[in-house]
């Protein structure tokens, strides 16, 4: 009976054996077919990540752009009304001081009446 047991323990382990060698054999076929395919979508994903980050930055620089151009026309555009208000206030300079007394006070009347309130 001692041998029978010792056969089927042998048996046992053998069969475990070839068990293991068999999922081995199949995790490592497995492992080199995700290999092979993970190449190809690992460069789609990298050519994609590229050409994301080249749009974004190609919108940023646009951007960019676009807002310096229109930095300059509001300095433009700002340097030309205060040059024509200086040369206005040169060419008139009591029609000026009249408008900005005009001006004074009915800021002062419009602030008063709601602090009143």
């Known amino acids: 009976m001692e041998n029978s047991i010792d056969s089927k323990i042998n048996n046992t382990r053998d069969g475990v054996t070839q068990i293991g060698k068999d999922l081995r054999a199949d995790a490592h076929a497995t492992i080199d077919k995700v290999a092979e395919k ?3 979508a690992t460069e789609r994903l990298a ?3 590229h050409n994301g980050v080249d749009k974004v930055a190609d919108t940023a620089e646009s951007a ?8 300059k026309q509001v300095v433009e555009t700002y340097k030309s009304i205060t040059e024509s208000s200086r040369n206005h206030v040169r060419a008139n300079p009591v029609i000026s001081v009249l408008v900005a007394a005009a001006a004074g006070y009915g800021i002062s009347r419009l602030l008063g009446s709601r602090s009143g309130k």
């Open 38 to 40: 993970i190449p190809p």
């Open 47 to 49: 050519k994609q990540a």
């Open 64 to 71: 960019s752009e676009r807002l310096a151009v229109r930095g």
